[in-house]
């Protein structure tokens, strides 16, 4: 599977950016998705996550009420919709195809994006 994120880029706190990922390859519906991000000297950390059939969606603690990710296995998509966005938000997002083991952990995705910038000012 190859990994395309897009939709990246600068706004204000508050504002809104919604991620888009593209895949290749028709296993793509049979792989847990999920969203990580990496703010500079930081670990990736993972932010959300998304089963193979598109139910029970896992939001790290910071962004819930505020991020929804979503995907549609028919056009091999995967979305981060991102609403009041904060400065701390501000890291280069990734989307991962999950191999195995944790979905909290970035060893556990096989497949990685090449990420997309998101800036938040205040």
């Known amino acids: 599977v190859q990994l395309q994120a897009s939709g990246g880029g600068s706004v204000q706190a508050g504002g809104s950016l919604r991620l888009s990922c593209a895949a290749s390859g028709r296993t793509f519906s049979s792989y847990f998705m999920g969203w990580f991000r990496q703010a500079p000297g930081k670990e990736r950390e993972f932010v959300a996550g998304?089963?193979?059939?598109?139910?029970?969606?896992d939001y790290i603690n910071s962004v819930k009420g505020r991020f929804t990710i979503s995907r549609d296995n028919a056009k091999n998509m995967v979305f981060l919709q991102m609403n009041s966005l904060k400065p701390e938000d501000t890291a280069v997002y990734y989307c991962?195809?999950?191999?195995?083991?944790?979905?909290?952990?970035?060893?556990?995705?096989?497949?990685w994006g090449q990420g997309t910038l998101v800036t938040v000012s205040s």
């Open positions: 991962a195809a999950a191999g195995g083991g944790s979905i909290y952990s970035p060893i556990s995705y096989r497949f």
């Open positions: 998304i089963s193979v059939s598109g139910g029970s969606p």
